[in-house]
Each structure stands twice: as C-alpha cells, then as structure tokens.
C-alpha cells in the first residue's frame, strides 16, 4: 500500500509540538477526534507508516514539523472513561464510535510554515487546509504538497 501524507491540526494550549516532544519516545495517541469524517480518516485510510505534518491551530496557525504514524487506527481510549474529554457514554467496547491512531515526532522545522505563508507558496492553492471553511483536524495532504512544505520548513 502506498505511503500517505496527512495533516493533524491541533490548538498549543491544549497539546502542542512541544508537548509531543516531551511524550516519552515523542509518541502520543491522537485521540479526541469528534467529527465523523475526520473520525472515517482515522479509521479507514490512516495507515502505519504514512507522514504527518504537525499544524498549530489558533494563535500561530503554522506548521513545525513532520512526524509518522506508528500505529493504524484503533478504538479512541477516551470514549469509554467516564470525566475525561472525550468521554462518549453511547460508545460501547464492542462497537466503538471513536478511532485515534499513534504517531512520533520525527522533524522539528528550521522555520515555521505559517498559514500566512503557505497561502503564498505556488503548488499549495488545492491544499485542504487552505481551503475556506476546512475546518477538520485531521486531513490529507498530497505527495507534491508534502514535499513543498517540508522543503520550505527544513529551508
């Protein structure tokens, strides 16, 4: 199966590049998706292996780095503990609505890759993330697009 690139959206204050590289062996479950489609991704098509850039919602609206998915979509432990975020008292073990999958920093950008900037770079025009109204946290991202950000954030 061929490798896939995805794009992974998350607010600093609530879990940030620098969180993930304080998780021991800089992995962490991405849990706490709640949107259907973005759950369907996390389940269906993200795969061991594929690529992920790590986008820094609200105040800094950048990308800082890549990191790769180390394990394929798995039932969200979140969904079944009850007071924790996440928690879906609907959800059950054996028919689980909520899908997380692992993933590992793998590198830190010399330069952040702001939306600002990425809406400037030529090749990045169809991007999901630029698109108005995406507002999913989990998307894909295409082989060419990948390669552009990388390019621009490795310098």
Sequence with gaps: ??????LVKSDPDTYG????????????CWDGVRNYQARNMLRDEIREGDRVLFYHSQADKAVLGTARVVRSGYPDPTQFRPGVKGYDPV????DPRWFAVD?????????????????????????????????????????????????????
């Design 1 to 6: 199966m061929a490798k896939r690139y995805w």
């Design 17 to 28: 590049w620098d969180d993930l590289a304080a998780e021991k062996h800089q992995t962490t």
């Design 91 to 94: 959800s059950t073990r054996s």
């Design 103 to 155: 993933i590992r920093r793998e590198d830190s950008f010399r330069t952040a890759v702001t939306l600002a900037r990425m809406k400037e770079i030529p090749g990045l025009h169809g991007m999901a993330l630029l698109r108005r109204g995406n507002r999913l946290s989990v998307m894909p991202v295409t082989a060419a697009e990948w390669k552009l950000v990388v390019r621009e954030g490795l310098g």
